[in-house]
Nanobody, 121 residues
Framework: QVQLVESGGGLVEAGDSLKLSCAAS????????MGWFRQAPGKDREFVAA???????AYADSVKGRFTISRDNVRNTAFLQIDSLKPEDTAVYYC???????????????WGQGTQVTVSS
């Protein structure tokens, strides 16, 4: 089992930056990929970014250039740096982890509870 706890969300203004954190505990040595997803009100959950120590990173086209995913393996924590925030970035952001490398987009085994990001215009 892996437990994931997100933090760092909040109410910000357009153009601001935020850094979300995802602290992992439990069977973290077996985690091979960590990802970030988001769900805006009335919309489906969507892939944002993912990172693997062996094969690199991936981003949704809509966030490339503004979002940066990183991982601190010593602290078992993943981060999502969000720059130049836009109102359309408003969503609950979820962290996820998986034991395989079959896909960036799905198949995640564990999920956090989410952290709210609200961007005012």
């Amino acid at each position: 089992q892996v437990q994931l706890v997100e933090s760092g969300g909040g109410l910000v203004e357009a153009g601001d930056s935020l850094k979300l954190s995802c602290a992992a505990s439990g069977r973290t040595l077996s985690v091979r990929m960590m990802g970030w997803f988001r769900q805006a009100p009335g919309k489906d959950r969507e892939f944002v970014a993912a990172i693997s120590q062996t094969i690199g990173t991936a981003y949704a086209d809509s966030v490339k250039g503004r979002f940066t995913i990183s991982r601190d393996n010593v602290r078992n924590t993943a981060f999502l740096q969000i720059d130049s925030l836009k109102p359309e970035d408003t969503a609950v952001y979820y962290c996820a982890a998986k034991y395989d490398l079959t896909s960036w987009l799905d198949g995640y085994d564990y999920w956090g509870q989410g952290t709210q990001v609200t961007v005012s215009s």
